[in-house]
């Protein structure tokens, strides 16, 4: 079974300050993929970087990056200069990426990240 | 681009009555799916529909819950009896058919039973 671990429940940090948010995950199969989504106040789900198991480059997207390390099972996000508007709940998730399977998602619980400016 | 949208955006609905809650899929989208979200909790995967059938539920997924994709374009979730605890946050995702395609959500539908 797919198991995606979000230990922070909850971090708050003051605007322009870095921030990494840990995502650790369990899987059997040998090919996944990982992903990152942002669920503001207003609860949609907005989908932020998806990471093939093949692929641990780890990439920059402006103030964003990702760490995949599959040594550690861990696919961690790091907001570089945080903004007011960063503040939401942030989702690690998973899902299979064989031929036949349903590439259903399997999420973390979430964490909450709120910038104070 | 291409969006998944959902209708309502909010349902209100007495205990005990049923509710459909209505998606459309983006068009060339070839695997379909509903998740849930309790407030303040993890979205959970509830059903894919795959060819024109259910491919995997989850124990969430019971006798109450039924989807259908009646006309090629909508995908419905139907909860025949609903209960308080159905209350939550559905949401819609499509996903095309390469491997490598990710999926694609709706905003969501906020259910409240009362």
């Known amino acids: 079974a797919q198991k995606v671990t979000q230990a922070q429940t909850e971090i708050s940090v003051v605007e322009k300050e870095d921030v990494t948010l840990d995502c650790v995950y369990e899987?059997?199969?040998?090919?996944?993929?990982l992903f990152w989504y942002k669920q503001p106040p207003s609860g949609e789900l907005v989908f932020l970087i998806r990471?093939?198991?093949?692929?641990?480059q780890n990439e920059i997207s402006g103030r964003y990056s990702w760490n995949f390390q599959k040594s550690t099972s861990s696919f961690n996000f790091t907001i570089t200069a945080s903004q007011v508007v960063d503040s939401a709940v942030y989702f690690c998730a998973l899902s299979e990426a064989w031929r036949g399977s349903n590439y259903k998602l399997t999420f973390g619980k979430g964490t909450l990240l709120t910038v104070n400016p | 681009e291409p969006e998944v949208t959902q209708t309502p955006s909010h349902q209100v609905t007495q205990m005990g009555q049923e509710v459909i809650l209505r998606c459309v899929p983006i068009s060339n989208h070839l695997y379909f799916y509903w998740y849930r979200q309790i407030l303040g909790q993890k979205v959970e995967f509830l059903v894919s529909?795959?060819?024109?059938?259910?491919?995997?539920k989850s124990e969430i997924f019971d006798d109450q819950f039924s989807v259908e994709r009646p006309d090629g374009s909508n995908f419905t979730l139907k909860i025949r009896s609903t209960k308080l605890e159905d209350s939550a946050m559905y949401f819609c995702?499509?996903?095309?058919?390469?491997?490598?395609?990710?999926?694609?959500f709706g905003d969501g539908t906020r259910l409240s039973i009362l």
């Open positions: 899987t059997r199969d040998t090919t996944y993929y």
């Open positions: 995702a499509s996903k095309g058919g390469s491997t490598n395609q990710p999926q694609h």
């Open positions: 529909f795959y060819n024109n059938e259910i491919s995997e």
């Open positions: 990471r093939n198991s093949f692929d641990e």
